[in-house]
Every structure is written in C-alpha cells, then in structure tokens.
C-alpha cells in the first residue's frame, strides 16, 4: 500500500490525471490478504447445470448432469462450486465474490465436516433478500472451529468478471468495504451532478454536443448504479436489464457526441464522417441484438466501447492535427477513458484485491473522462466569453469612434442628437460658430487651423467645467448642451476660453453663438433650428458692431 501510495506521489507532478486516479485506487484497495490468512480466496472446481437442475442441498457436487468448467463463463449461465475450509477458533465469518458483484442470482450452502447444513444465505440484484452490508453481497455466518464445505451458486444472463467465493472476517470485511463503497457513491454523485449540468446546458445552448453527452452519461449512471448495488439497494430497483440496454445505448451515443464535439461533418472530414456512421448503424445492431440475446450483451458492450473510444481517438488525432484546440483537449480526456476503460472490458479477475471489483473501476473510468470533459467544457466557455468581450470591445470601440470627431476628440453631431434625446425640460442647446479658421488656414496652412480648433475644444472644456458638454459638428461650428445650468454661464466659458486663444497667439479668434431652452421646442429638430437661427444672427449682428472681428475674406 504504501509503496503503491509513493509511486502515486512521485508521478503526480508528470502524470497528474493518471497519479490522482492511482492514488485513489492505492485508497480503496484495503482487501489485500493480511497475514492471519484473511481474506481468503475460496479454491473449488465449477460445474455449469442445466436450467432445470435442481440442487438437494448435499455437500456434494457428484452428478452426471453437471458439466466441470475451468471458470465462469462470462456469455452467463447457471453455475456450482465446492470449496473447503478451516476455521481455528469460533467466529463470525463473511462470504463475497470478489473481482464482480454484478450477479443477478446466488446461493450459499455450508457444511460442517459431518455434512450437516450448519448456514445458507442467498441475494443477487433480481434477489428480494436484504444486503446485511452496504453495497455489497456479503453474507455473515457463526462458524464453530471446524472444517467446512461450501457450495455457492451463481446464476446470470451475463457476467462482467469471475464471481470468486471468498471468506474474511467479519470485523475486517466491515473496514474493508467502506473505501470502495465510498468511491463507488463518490463517482456516481459526480455522473449524477455533471448529467444534470450537461442537459440543462444543452437545454440553454441547444448544443446536440453537451446533449448527447448527458445522453452518455445517463447510460453510464444507469449501469455502474445499478452494478455499484445503488439502485437495488437504496431504490428497491432490481432489473437486471439496465446493466445491458443503456450501455449499448450510451456506446452509440457517444459516436454522435464525437462528430458533434470534433465538428466533423460529411463536407469537411468525409471518412471519418463515413466511418462514424458505420459504427452508429453497427451499434444499433449490437443495441438490437443484446435486447434479443442478453448473455451476449456484455460481450457486445465491451465491443461497443472499444469501438467508439478508438474512433474517439482517431478523431481526435485527426483535428488535433488540424490545429483544433478542443481536440486536443478531448484527446487527453479519452486518453485516460482509454487506460480505465481497456482495463475495464478486458479484465477477468483481479488478482489479489477483494473489495474493489471490476464495476469500480468502469465507474471511475467514466468519471475520470467526464472530468476530463468538463475542462474541454471549461475551455470553449473561457474562449467563447473571450471572443463575445473581444467582439464587444470592438463594438464599442467602433460606437465610441463613430461618435467622436477625430482631430478634437469632442464628441460630433452624432453624439449630440443622441445626447438631445433625453434632454430635461429645463436643458438648453447652444451653437457656437468660430471666426478666424479661414484666416488661419489660408495665412499658416491648415495645421495652424487645426491648432486653433483643437486649442479652442481644450480652452471651452476646460472653462466649461460641469457645466455642459461640448461637441464639434464639423468645420469651425462647435455645440454645448447643458442639462440645466445658466446660459451666463456659457458666456462665461466663450470669454475665457477666446481670452486665452489670444494669449497663445490666435488673434483672430473669436466666436458667436445661439442658445435654445428645450421648454421653447416640441422636438430634438425644432431645438437645433431654434439655436442654428440665433448663432447666426448674432454673428451678423457681431459684425455690423462697431469694433466687431474683421471679416475672414478682408
């Protein structure tokens, strides 16, 4: 264990996905053999009977109706064992089967050494007998010291591995069942939540990809909680059918969630669109037939699954390649399904473990790669928020610039006539049009107009305060809009600003304006008319003042 738990820690760094499922296997493997001798395989020859053979409850298995098999076939059938062993001191002992519990019928019959019937126990998953222990079949007896004889029976339509009889002692049979138990509730709690999580983002996205993967999952859920003795145990559901159908079901579904996931699609990728529509129509055929012949269900299940995680890979490598980062992501996820899983469908036995069986490790298969999946999840989110906030930012960039005059940064017309919309009834509009420009331009060039106006828009801001707003329309004309402040203000603001163009230099400049009081308007059109006729006016009534600015075409 130890030695197990170490080489978990020193590959964490490398490996993290494999070292974390490691470590938790190194915490759920407490059944190995201690040295008082327990737990204790069960050696004994099998017999496969007949459907109709009936056992007479004898510590013999001596008839010419039964047929010696080297094992447990696991295509299902009806089959006896007789085994032997010795107790030193009086003890309550407890029969299991290790390497699987998925066993729709069992039966034990002990035998002291006189051949009297001393205990029998039965159970199975289609079996309406209580579990004594949780989640698992283990049956207690009161044993004299003594030698004994066992007679167990096991009937299934199929088998995931070798049902192997073995004996532990009460006190350490309680131990050693609780780490599996709990790995066992862990994983299913995980396929449970992320099930429901994939239907109802399938439900908000319509995405068939996340769609078809809680499909898969609930396949999975169904099976491993029904193997995993959940369902028998804690909901009273005993039908031996669901280890079957929703795995041969899930098996196809998972081919439609790779083509969705991976994009691939009769135009773009036409092999592998062709390839994964042949082993869709295969696993429907496997669907049908583990539906007609359940004892080749398994069989076809395990072929299912090495089908479409091959195909998962192939798939993956495929637009990996082609520089798709999802895939790439999804390829390190069924890389670890791929481990788990091979080891699930081709493992017969395990050697030297008795409380963690075969079904645990299917179970934290799929949980490995539906955590696995869910940072691929994880990643299209971050990269679809990333691209809707770069679209967004861009948006507004494109907003902001659309509405700002590009030499004075002032906000343009634009701006304005969304600005006047909600104008309070106590708001006013003034047009400011400059004098000088022209001068400027013609005299300097337009870089010393351009000097004017934007020394002009800093100078009006800047005396404006929070007054109003300024915008530049185009040209020399300006505008301020005030939410209700004073007209002398804006007054104000042209004085000091004008005062201090002609500090720096711009002798020439100076300004008229029209203000119009939103109270005076029905409409956004009506008030800019309104302050369009009275800049105007002002600027020819400027001019026929005595002292007023020199024309800009002397």
Same mark, same amino acid.
């Given at each position: 264990m130890n030695q197990l738990l170490r080489r978990a820690t020193d590959s964490f760094r490398n490996r993290p996905g494999l070292a974390l499922a490691a470590l938790l296997l190194a915490l759920c493997i407490p059944g190995m053999a201690r040295a008082d001798g327990y737990p204790a395989r069960l050696q004994g020859q099998w017999f496969r009977a007949p459907p109709a053979w009936v056992y007479r409850a004898i510590p013999s298995l001596a008839d010419p109706a039964l047929a010696a098999v080297p094992e447990?076939?696991?295509?299902?059938?009806? !089959? !006896?064992?007789?085994?032997?062993f010795d107790i030193a001191q009086q003890r309550t002992m407890v029969v299991d089967f290790k390497n699987t519990q998925t066993i729709a019928r069992f039966h034990h019959w002990i035998f002291d050494a006189g051949g009297t019937l001393v205990g029998e126990a039965s159970g199975g998953i289609e079996s309406d007998a209580r579990n004594p222990f949780f989640l698992t079949f283990g049956r207690s007896f009161d044993l004299l010291a003594g030698h004994y004889k066992l007679v167990t029976e096991v009937d299934s339509p199929f088998y995931i591995a070798q049902p192997q009889p073995y004996l532990d002692t009460v006190e350490h049979y309680r131990e050693a069942i609780k780490r599996p138990a709990a790995l066992g509730v862990l994983c299913l709690g995980i396929l449970l939540g992320l099930g429901i999580y994939y239907f109802a983002l399938s439900i908000a996205r319509r995405d068939r990809a996340e769609a078809m993967y809680a499909l898969f999952i609930t396949g999975n859920l169904l099976f491993d909680s029904t193997s995993l003795l959940v369902l028998p145990d804690l909901a009273g559901v005993r039908s031996f059918a669901l280890l079957g159908i929703p795995l041969l079901f899930s098996n196809a579904v998972y081919i439609v969630f790779v083509l969705s996931l991976l994009e691939i699609r009769r135009a773009t990728h036409p092999r592998l669109y062709r390839l994964g529509l042949i082993l869709l129509a295969l696993l429907a055929v496997f669907a049908a037939a583990g539906l007609a012949l359940p004892h080749l269900a398994l069989e076809l299940e395990r072929t299912g699954v090495a089908m479409f995680l091959l195909f998962g890979m192939a798939a +993956?490598?495929?637009r990996a390649r082609e520089g798709n980062i999802t895939a790439r992501f999804y390829l390190a996820a069924v890389s670890l399904f791929l481990v788990f899983g091979g080891i699930t469908i081709t493992a017969s036995r395990l050697t030297g473990i008795y409380t963690l069986h075969v079904e645990h490790l299917g179970a934290l298969a799929v949980t490995i790669e539906v955590l696995a999946l869910a940072l691929v999840l994880s990643y299209q989110f971050a990269r679809m928020k990333e691209e809707r906030e770069t679209a967004l930012s861009q948006h507004t960039h494109s907003q902001r610039l659309a509405r700002t005059d590009a030499l004075t940064g002032l906000p343009n017309r634009l701006a304005l006539e969304e600005d006047l919309t909600p104008l309070p009834e106590a708001g006013w509009l003034a047009f400011i049009d400059m004098d000088g420009l022209k001068y400027y331009n013609d005299k300097y060039g337009h870089d010393r107009g351009d000097e004017l106006?934007?020394?002009?828009?800093?100078?009006?801001?800047?005396?404006?305060?929070?007054? +109003?707003?300024?915008?530049?329309?185009?040209?020399?004309?300006?505008?301020i809009v005030s939410r209700g402040g004073e007209e002398a203000a804006l007054v104000r603001a042209l004085e000091k600003a004008l005062a201090v163009l002609r500090e720096q230099g711009f002798e020439q400049a100076a300004a008229s304006h029209g203000t119009a009081h939103m109270r005076e308007a029905s409409s956004r059109h009506q008030l800019m008319n309104l302050a369009d006729q009275r800049m105007y006016a002002r600027k020819h009534e400027s001019r026929r003042e005595p002292g007023a600015?020199?024309?800009e075409n002397p």
């Open positions: 447990v076939a696991l295509t299902g059938g009806r !089959f !006896f064992q007789l085994s032997e +993956g490598i495929t106006l934007c020394a002009f828009a800093n100078q009006l801001c800047e005396a404006l305060g929070k007054e +109003g707003r300024v915008y530049r329309l185009g040209g020399d004309e300006f505008a600015a020199a024309p």
